[in-house]
């Protein structure tokens, strides 16, 4: 996520993939769902989180791509969402303008991401797990457009014969990322749609997308440059903490079916 800078301030290089593992996902802290008439929804596993890096009128685009992803939702009462999603870092690609001719950088943006978050080498990944996974707990929702999802303004469906509305909604949380959680909120888009005109019954899809990008806090996640040794880059880093670093802005597109089971349903 955080490439661009350390391609500036000229990290060297070093390259080693490190092998995914599903089954070694550390989950996110527990949050409590609503116990009362609300639903589970999971997110598609081609939701992921966009970046978007610029800085000195040079732009890099990226993703991270979800491990598993999961909303609780009362459809009359929105205040009462949930949310808890994990993204998996080893699986960051960034791409963007080269550096310039005078930075000698033989890695890619990819690479220096990796190393930025400690991901790309396996001895460093045994030691440090939490570095792996990304966690999002939405903790709080607000709704600009009433309580209910079935209030929201009507918008074309993307089935024929099925009805949809859209309101927007003001979620607060946490992001644990590099091992550090600190509180973000995010203005959300959501399209509810039912598969009948008459709304009866639950929105069986849901789609969510960023109203405006998140801005990241690098330093506040201890995301600092790193060679390809994994060595903090003290010129690097000195020259971060002079200049406003590159915005890390994260943006969102998501897409959740309604899944098989209905409440109590609390994540443990």
């Given amino acids: 996520m955080l490439a661009l800078l350390a391609c500036w301030l000229g990290c060297s290089a070093c390259a080693r993939d490190v092998e995914r593992k599903e089954d070694d996902v550390v989950e996110p802290a527990a949050t409590r769902a609503p116990a009362?008439?609300?639903?589970?929804?999971?997110?598609?596993?081609?939701?992921?989180?966009?970046?978007?890096?610029?800085?000195?009128?040079?732009?890099?685009?990226g993703h991270v791509e979800l491990v598993r992803g999961r909303l609780w939702i009362d459809a009359e009462a929105l205040e009462r969402a949930r949310?808890?999603?994990?993204?998996?870092?080893t699986t960051i690609r960034v791409s963007g303008d080269p550096p310039t001719p005078s930075v000698q950088e033989s890695r890619t943006l990819t690479e220096q991401?990796?190393?930025?978050?400690e991901v790309r080498r396996p001895e460093v990944l045994a030691t440090h797990p939490e570095h792996r996974y990304?966690?999002?707990?939405?903790?709080?929702?607000?709704?600009?457009?009433?309580?209910?999802?079935?209030?929201?303004q009507a918008v074309a469906a993307t089935s024929p014969g099925a009805a949809?509305?859209?309101?927007?909604?003001?979620?607060?949380?946490e992001l644990e990322l590099h091992g550090v959680r600190l509180p973000y909120t995010a203005s959300l888009v959501a399209t509810f749609e039912w598969p009948e005109p008459s709304m009866a019954g639950p929105a069986r899809h849901i789609e969510?997308?960023?109203?405006?990008?998140?801005?990241?806090?690098?330093?506040?996640?201890?995301l600092v440059p790193r060679d390809g040794r994994g060595?903090?880059?003290?010129?690097?880093?000195?020259?971060?903490?002079?200049?406003?670093?590159?915005?890390?802005?994260?943006?969102?597109?998501?897409?959740?079916e309604l899944a098989h089971t209905r409440t109590g349903l609390s994540p443990r």
Avoid: C, N
Avoid at 83 to 89: P, V
Avoid at 234 to 240: F, G, I, K
């Fill in 231 to 256: 060595d903090v880059s003290s010129d690097a880093l000195a020259e971060m903490r002079r200049q406003p670093p590159p915005s890390a802005r994260v943006g969102l597109r998501w897409t959740a």
């Fill in 134 to 152: 990304a966690h999002v707990t939405v903790l709080r929702v607000r709704s600009a457009g009433g309580a209910s999802a079935r209030s929201g």
């Fill in 36 to 61: 009362t008439d609300v639903l589970e929804y999971e997110l598609a596993p081609t939701s992921r989180i966009e970046l978007d890096l610029t800085s000195r009128g040079r732009r890099a685009l």
């Fill in 164 to 173: 949809a509305r859209r309101t927007r909604l003001k979620a607060s949380g």
């Fill in 208 to 222: 969510l997308h960023a109203a405006e990008p998140v801005v990241i806090d690098w330093l506040g996640h201890d």
């Fill in 83 to 89: 949310a808890d999603l994990t993204f998996d870092m």
């Fill in 113 to 117: 991401s990796l190393d930025w978050l």
